[in-house]
């Protein structure tokens, strides 16, 4: 392990405004993403998915589609391993056996020439079915005579976690102010503009993939598994991604089904999702969960107790959520000060398509509920919710009732300077009828130990004989910019303009283990690799120079890529490239290489989810005002602001990006976005009909970040992607609650909902 | 039965044998080789498709190829000189317009679209033009930012490097 703790100080690279280093090629369409990969011999996959939510596979006839010209494959699960896969339960096959769980599950699939003869041969596949019950809400599933979805899991119940620390129950009868309330989250789609995809090939007993996922090593593991190979036989090549969100993070089967089909035929196939097939199968969307949350308080507002019980929708198969379920049992118990909690959560099996991993991890949907309460309670004991987030709030030090160390914390210095954006005081006292003012906060980690006892990162830095330093990196890049953030920290360590680094591309061949992009990971944890990796080799570097110049290691400075006496810049000196020069060419030379690492200070939960699960916790407050229209229920918000604690801002134009992109996200989860079903089908999956937030739906956004120093990260970095996502519903819901009086209990909070809401609190008051 | 269609891409002059079922993205992306168009939604949505016919702003996924006979295609990859970057391409790397990139080739043909006929557009004006152009990244304020930052004249074309 290496933990470095570093004094705060003034930077030469980190912080300043660079450019990213991939804008040439997204900026002229020269930049290869899956779907513009072709390989000589390539053929078009496409796949068979099931119409029908619960089945029993009766029979699969393929013969007439293997007799369609241009077809070179018709595969099933007889042609698969058979291997149940997946990140914490391995339950899903890479196509169906004998039973099919949602409607666009895998049933077969097909390698053809081209795509006319593909879809021609899909349309000849026979599948005979014998329909099962079906349940699309986890309380239909929950009932005791309900039909297993998986024989093995009783009571379709993936996952339960019971945790009582303390005794709620008691701390609630002496509170002065206990509130509660019920609140239900739905599907959100990750929707990046580029759908999953992958272009495989396989010769000599090696797979190769060019796959947009986010998570290389662990695609790459789980592939293994499923297809009974080793991981060193498998290759994944990253190309440019375009948004991952969580979505690509490898827990569908398009690389699985390619996989096998190139294996199978010997020649290289590609499966590029469909739009359709992106909702029906593709990225596992947002946990659905309904919660129940009670919290009391002091009548100073201090909270004494929390108490939640959670439903969550699992979906067909598991993939991320029960670590998602876990996060919005436990997590939110970092923000505040209280040490009394009760949660119980449910993670339960539907027949729909499996949920997953989408920026915020459980954190968006339990903060929908939970801050909704704490508004509740703020509105009951007449405190500003504001200064009741103050009077909580965690501080460096705190120690969660799970567990989690919180070390940097400006969480009162987010609610402070969202106050001040806000104008809050005078705004809230002068707003017209139907306008509403609320806040909302949250935690997030910056990586979390839950993938076995490890939370690292790795890098190799070389320095080529022209002075240039490349970072090998395995963590990949899907858009949100850690290749620049990367680069930025190993110019600082190194001392070396910021021109003179670059990154590889990803590529599971060619750098050492990455986990990946998740959980808000990249900044802290591969940045301090990359930042133990620099520091290996700026040593290799100085006693090279010591040698040149005639002076001891600890006596020199880089600066800018001079090499120099500390506080003699004018004195003797030589240069970053003068010595990798030197160091190659000479007998007995060799190139400057140097390998980093770092796994953060946390621990893994023990069974009773006791543990501190990320080396570094990040914060943020936000705030908005919205107007209600009484006659439609319209919602609309003017105003909204976001006050995050990352730690130190290394890469500033990435970090505002990562803010910004959250609240669209955010507005688009809250406001609009949503599929309309029928016996478990979509029946518009599309994104005519599903409402991306577009330009014209942006709010008057003001953003800050606090002025925050983490200790343990790469220049008092930590994590950012998915933090201002968290509160984004509980924010809105808490404004339209100022605004109008009218709670909405499940999201999306359409026009309808708050119409309907207002009408039936006109008919309450003209009742009394 | 296939037509003959002749029509021109960022000044070259192109003949085709094809389908009359063929759409322009394809014969763009397949039959050209010009990736920088990129398919998003299918359906004449998310604008990631955007090129210029004859200078209108049209979403290649929704035009038959053979529709373009005799007309002048532009494509993303028809705007930088070399490595002389468009100043709608130097703007969206200087403002970060772009994250993961794989609308930007649409957000920047459409903005190239509007400012041919409008180089003064009002920030309202650029606003309402690319609302169909969706991004998932960016929360758009940065791709007003870079483009409005053109229409104010801040930018030059010029060369970059990365």
Redesign the interface.
Known sequence: MTMTVEPRREFDVVGTRVNRLDGFEKVTGTGKFVADISLPGMLIGRILRSPLPHARIVRIDTSRAKKVPGVRAVITAEDTPKRYWGAFIKDQPILAIDKVRYVGEEVAAVAAMDEAAAEEALSLIDVEYEELPAYFDPEDALAEDAVLIHEDKPGNVALLIDVERGNVDEVFRNSDVVVEDTFKSHLQWQAPIETIGSVAEYAGGKLTLYMNTQTLFMARHRLAWALDMREGDIRIIQPWVGGGFGGKSCDDNNAMVCSVLAIKTGRPVKIINTREEEFLAGSRPRVPMKIWCRMGFKKDGTITAKHIDVIAENGAYCGKAPAITGVAALRHDTLYKYTTVKTRARLVYTNRIPTGAFRGFGNPSAEWAVEQVLDLGAHELGIDPLDIIRKNAAEPGYVSPHGNRVISCELKQCADRVERMMDWKNRRANKPPYRGLAVGATVHVSGKRHFGDYDGGSAVIKVNEDGKAMIWSGEGECGQGPTTALCQIAAEELGVPFEDVEMSRADTDLSTYCHGAYASRLTYIAGNAVKDAARNMKQQILEIAAEMLEAAPEDLEIRQGNIFVRGAPEGKSTTVREVAHARLFRRGGAPLVAAGNFDPDSVLQDPSRYGNESGAYNFAVQAAEVEVDPDTGKVTVLQYAAASDCGTVIFPVGAEGQVEGSIAQGLGYTLSEGLLWDNGRPVNPNFSDYRLPTAGDMPKFLREFADSYEPTGPFGAKGLGELAMDPFAAVIGNAIFDACGVRIHELPITAEKVYWALREKERGSSAK | MKRTVEFTVNGDAYRFEIEPNRRLIDVL?DDIG??????????G??G?CTVQVDGDMISSCLMLAVNANGRDVT???G??EG?R?HP???A???Y?G????????GQ?MAAKALLDHNPKPTRDEV??W???????????????ESIMAVVDGKVEGQE???
């Open positions: 992306r010009l990736t920088g168009t990129k398919e998003g939604c299918s359906i949505v998310c990631a494509t993303i990859e705007l930088a490595d970057l709608l391409q130097r969206f790397i200087e970060g772009f994250q993961c990139g794989i609308c930007t080739p920047i606003v309402e690319m609302t169909g152009n969706l991004c998932r990244c960016t929360g758009y304020y940065k791709i007003i970059v490097r990365a």
